[in-house]
């Protein structure tokens, strides 16, 4: 088994991707640039879908295709599987993992071990990496941790086949080869990676995706004192906050990770256009940490009018306009 | 987010990990910091916590009067629901909703209650005397 390096990561995909594809030799990969070549940056209100009762909301791209895009975008290839009996999904890690691969698994954290029980929901698309074994005792770096740990066979078994939305059902993947990438697909693929997001953020014709759908979510924010209560429309807002800034997001929605992305990819491309978007970018975060401050001040029950509901939903949309301008700069360059 | 101003409150993080933050340094340019928690969030998960509890102690004073059986009790306690629990059980949600009813949970088998046992890691003789804490 090669030294395995620990690395930590604001999100667990990004992370598992970064750890992988350094494992197979690509020392430049950072998490900025695997969030932004996977197209990470996102926005969907999910319709019909309601989580205790209030709105399920993501700020990141479906989950697996921050990694499938990055590899993809690469020429990198990866092997992934999914298992229906356990007993077939812990043969096939133990075979990867004695053949001395590193590979990453789908988890839900619910009975994570290492987890505090604060942080133990149904939440099915938590990633981590296994890179060895000790009979039994399976050796996972997981990116949000600051250091490696372990953890049993059966606890493993577990939390790979956790069930609910989303379940994992044993998915396992990991590169297969070790490519040579050159300056020109790298450079590509950050390019392909920027004109994704902008179409998705922008021209996806659906009123409760990308920055149309901030708006679709400002718009019920404005609805949830009458509708439910100043108690259960400030939950759901706690809801959004949680989405926007739990362990994972590095802060502000994933929109700080994107500004340092583009700030990563004005150097490689040597396009100094990219460092103002990179502050637009900036700018949009901020005002996403400002419109969690508003909506805290509503949950903690300090400020529970309709004029803070309503503040709060304007914030959104100015939100959402700063997001839509940048996305349309940045559709504008002429990369290459 | 500008690296000074990085919150580093106490939160639920404590002695687990602290969180990589993307922040602007001195120059202008992107790095990261760690941060032990933001007062903002950990206030939403508070809340979301004292939610589950009131909804468990609903379920619970309903489940001592009767009114539903243990099952929809331990739904609440474990953070379950319906499609997490019928993947656990391997029942469809109209049989656990049926379950629910006290007369119709009085009847099931054993080998139907032991499904919702492991579901819920208690034991059967656990699931049939409710007596929770």
């Known amino acids: 088994m090669s030294e395995y390096k620990h690395i930590q990561t604001a999100h667990c995909e990004n992370g598992v991707t970064v750890s992988l594809l350094k494992q197979q030799g690509l020392d430049f990969m950072t998490e900025p640039l695997a969030f932004g070549l996977g197209s990470g940056l996102f926005y969907i209100h999910i319709p019909f879908l309601k989580v205790n009762g209030g709105p399920a909301i993501s700020f990141r791209s479906m989950p697996g295709s921050i990694f499938n895009r990055t590899c993809k975008t690469l020429n990198i290839p990866v092997e992934r599987k999914k298992f229906r009996s356990e007993l077939e999904a812990e043969k096939f890690l133990d075979k990867q993992l004695d053949a001395g691969k590193t590979v990453g ?9 290492y987890f505090p029980k604060e942080y133990r929901f149904h939440f099915n698309a938590h990633n981590l990496i296994v890179f060895g074994r000790e009979g039994d005792n399976f050796l996972v770096s997981d990116p949000v941790m600051e250091t490696t740990t372990s953890i049993t066979r059966a606890e493993l078994s577990k939390v790979r086949f956790s069930k609910g939305a989303l379940a994992p059902k044993g998915h396992i993947y990991f590169p297969t080869d070790k490519p040579i990438v050159t300056e020109e697909t790298l450079r590509n693929g950050i390019v392909r990676g920027i004109n994704r997001n902008v179409r998705d953020m922008l021209y996806i014709p659906a009123s409760v995706t990308g920055v149309k759908g901030i708006k679709h979510t400002a718009k019920k924010v404005r609805k949830w004192r009458d509708q439910v209560g100043e ?41 100094d256009e990219l460092i103002g978007i990179s502050e637009q970018f900036t700018k949009a975060g901020d005002l996403w940490r400002d419109s969690a401050l508003q909506m805290a001040g509503i949950y903690k029950g300090r400020i529970t009018s ?8 304007d914030i959104m949309v100015e939100i959402a306009n700063a997001e839509k301008k940048a996305l349309q700069d940045l559709g504008k360059l002429k990369l290459k | 987010m500008k690296k000074e101003n990085v919150p580093q409150d106490k939160s639920s993080l404590e002695n687990f990990t602290r969180e990589v933050c993307y922040v602007k340094n001195k120059d202008g340019k992107y790095e990261t910091e760690l941060s032990t928690g933001w007062e903002t969030k950990a206030a939403a998960l508070e809340n979301a916590w004292e939610e589950i509890n009131r909804r468990t102690e609903l379920a619970k004073k309903d489940c001592t009067a009767g009114k539903v059986s243990p099952i929809a009790y331990y739904l609440e306690f474990t953070l379950m629901d319906m499609s997490v629990l019928a993947g656990y059980t391997g029942f469809f949600s109209w049989q656990i909703k049926r ?14 209650l032991q499904k919702y046992a492991s579901a819920f890691d208690v034991t059967v003789i656990e699931l049939k005397n409710f007596n929770p804490s």
Do not use: W
């Open chain 2, 99 to 112: 379950h629910m009813k006290p007369t119709i949970f009085q009847k099931l088998s054993d080998k139907k």
């Open chain 1, 231 to 271: 108690r259960q429309g400030g939950l759901f807002l706690g809801q959004i906050v949680r989405m926007q800034e739990e362990i994972g997001t590095g802060g502000g929605g994933f929109r700080f990770i994107y500004a340092a992305f583009l700030e990563e990819a004005a150097e490689i491309l040597g396009n």
């Open chain 1, 105 to 113: 698994c789908q988890v839900g954290v619910f009975h994570l071990p």
């Open chain 1, 306 to 313: 309709q004029k803070d509901f309503d503040h709060a939903a």
